[in-house]
């Protein structure tokens, strides 16, 4: 990973916002029988948990 990358990463988390990268690590680490969700679907489902979700959350 670059520099600007960790950087990129490290403000989006900074302000709230989950990694992609490491969601998709997870999906295949915990749960390789299930598809993992495309990028965008993953942003709104994280948006939805954090400010406007009912229970939502962590899977595991």
Known sequence: MTILARLRETALLMVGVPSYT???QHMADRHPDHAP???KTFFRDR???R???KGGG???
Request: some cysteine; glycine content about 14%.
């Open 37 to 39: 969700m495309d990028e």
């Open 58 to 60: 962590r899977c595991c």
């Open 22 to 24: 490491a969601y998709r």
């Open 47 to 49: 948006q939805q948990a």
């Open 51 to 53: 400010y406007g979700g």
